[in-house]
């Protein structure tokens, strides 16, 4: 049966793991795996090393996401330990899922077991998948200490969660999180850090630029120049030129 029949009807073997990886590996492609790859930095000591493709774009993970909404956790987690991408993608595309259409008890579960499985959002597309909609989404309301806490870790991911989770926080107008995370963020030494804060703070200047600004006044002559250059992407040329010259 095709991908559209089963869109239509019922997923045959129900809301399974082994299920959503042959679905995922029927629509492999070697060719688009090699891309991949290289374009998600997998070789020896970059940032995705070891990671492999099966070759699928993301709408097409998101289509086949669409047959697996109420996966329970224990498939979900399956998919996750995956050494496959778009196994571990498709994973995290279905638990926000399920998170946006839990009760409060559920999306608790779901935010500590993301939480926990964490060592598995591995790569910058899987957190900025994930991290927004279930660790923003659960503590927006709530005590920020496991931000912070994330922010001071080793690991570029656990760091990057930290930084995407406040995309939430910012859709809401709440900045000083994401303020104050830039700050402490500041020399960070990795690029993919760099880039997030900058985009963070971009996405506070689309809501409100005073905040934004005021932040680029202090810190502007001293964060890193992709940082900078990422969250001044949308200001007027003019505004642009006296930032980068740090003539402000």
């Not at 793991?17 to 029927?26: D, K, N, Q, V, Y």
């Not at 579960?109 to 900025?128: P, S």
């Not at 402490?184 to 409100?208: F, Q, S, T, Y």
């Not at 932040?215 to 001293?222: P, T």
Request: with cysteine; glycine share 6%.
């Amino acid at each position: 049966m095709g991908l559209t029949a089963e869109v239509n009807g019922d997923v045959p073997g129900g809301l399974t793991a082994s299920r959503a990886r042959m679905l995922l590996r029927e629509k492999a492609d070697p060719e688009q795996a090699r891309q991949l790859s290289r374009f998600f930095k997998t070789g020896t000591g970059d940032y995705g090393e070891g990671d492999r493709f099966y070759g699928i774009k993301v709408p097409e993970t998101r289509k086949i996401s669409k047959l697996f909404r109420g996966m329970p956790l224990a498939e979900i987690a399956d998919l996750l330990h995956s050494e496959m991408h778009e196994e571990r993608l498709l994973a995290l595309i279905v638990l926000t899922e399920n998170f946006s259409k839990a009760d409060e008890a559920g999306r608790e579960q779901i935010y500590h077991f993301y939480m926990n499985k964490r060592k598995w959002v591995n790569n910058w597309d899987l957190v900025d998948s994930s991290a927004r909609q279930i660790a923003g989404g659960w503590l927006l309301d709530r005590d920020k200490s496991p931000i912070f806490q994330l922010a001071e870790s080793d690991s570029l991911w656990d760091r990057r969660i930290a930084v995407i989770a406040t995309y939430h926080f910012i859709r809401n107008r709440h900045f000083d999180t994401t303020l104050q995370l830039a700050e402490k963020l500041l020399n960070d030494h990795h690029d993919l850090i760099h880039k997030a804060v900058g985009w963070m703070l971009r996405e506070i200047g689309k809501r409100d630029e005073k905040p934004m600004l005021t932040f680029l006044d202090s810190h502007c002559r001293s964060m890193p120049r992709t940082m900078l250059r990422y969250a001044i992407e949308k200001l007027d040329v003019d505004v642009r030129r006296r930032y980068l010259t740090g003539n402000v």
